[in-house]
């Protein structure tokens, strides 16, 4: 399909630059894709949506402070880096700074007590580069490192605010570069109106890679490679859908990236017995779900991997009317914004 067939035009101001508070007072555009009715309520009334008997399945990654500023050593020159993942020689990182640091120049991190040595640039323009401290990525960030906001988030800079609401109230194990924000929604209080109507919560797990930054460079939606993302279903939460599908029970699938982790572990048969590795899955219409019924979901860039997935699951034109609806009821987009329920 053409890319150009999921481009609408969003009002810079319907960017959300900042979250609500509560989480779930955000507003909640329900979407039926049977009949294609739109429902406008707030985000807490999802328990109204979601029956006794369905499954919620969330995404419980947890964003690392990834970004981090400093300067180049030997001139001085301001630097800036985002962390992506580690390897075998130390992390790969995306990073900018005036001239071409040559291979084994230092970099001085702000507010820490150790540097980085850059090693190699890839083919892909990341760079590769060595901590000049022990200790694990989680350890060496998170005293020094910025919340990774997307730049479209007043242009990635974080307030002291964001280090706690860029993360799900079930984030747990860390590995993200960006928020699932689908979840950023929910409350404990919210969780447990769920749970006491008798919907029943399980948890999977994707770490958010930096492809979320990345837009699509290509005119045909064949044409178009996804980033990897290291995602994992556990057999036990496997076996928990099965159950529920046979019992007549829907699963809902909290955000893009849950969706993304359960569709992957069916396409590799491996619907009850679990899934851990990488996945490139791009989902685009047509495709056949065989794990997600319903989703809730923030509302996607314009031309995004991201909204080719709502799309196919509940209709192009269905998700761009529903979208310009949302645009003419002033509903705030992207990361910090409102949340759509498909059902």
Partial sequence: MRVD????????????????????????????RQTGKLEHRVFRDIVD????????????????????????????????????????????MMAQTRGKPEIGETITIEGADWQLTLLERTPNKTWIVRPSKEGSPEELLSPVGHTPLPPY??????E???????????????????????????????????QRKGVMLEKVTLHVGPGTFL????????????????????????RR??????????????GTTAVRTLETAALHGHQEGGFSGSTNLFIVPPFEFKMVDCLV???????????????ALAGREAILAAYR???EKEYRFYSYGDAMLIL
């Fill in 297 to 311: 979901t923030n509302f996607h860039l314009p031309k995004s991997t991201l909204l080719m997935l709502v799309s």
């Fill in 49 to 92: 949506y979601i029956h006794a008997g369905d499954l919620l399945i969330v995404n419980d990654t947890r964003v690392l402070p990834a970004r981090l500023y400093g300067t180049r050593t030997k001139t001085g020159g301001k630097w800036e880096g985002l962390f992506l993942q580690s390897t075998a020689d130390g992390w790969e």
């Fill in 160 to 194: 002291a605010n964001d280090q706690s609401r860029y993360q799900t109230v079930f984030a747990d194990k860390p590995g993200a570069v960006a928020a699932p924000t689908a979840g950023l929604h929910f409350t404990p209080e919210l969780l447990e109106s769920l």
């Fill in 241 to 254: 859908i099965r159950d529920v599908k046979d019992s007549g029970g829907r699963v809902v699938a909290v």
């Fill in 153 to 158: 988030i007043r242009g990635g800079h974080d």
């Fill in 5 to 32: 067939l999921f481009d609408y035009e969003l009002p810079p101001e319907r960017i959300a630059q900042h979250a609500l508070e509560p989480r779930d007072s955000s507003r909640l555009l329900i979407l039926d």
């Fill in 215 to 238: 837009p699509m460079t290509v005119e045909e939606t064949d044409e178009h490679v996804m980033h990897f993302e290291w995602c994992q279903l556990t057999p036990a939460v496997a």
């Fill in 325 to 327: 609806e949302a645009i």
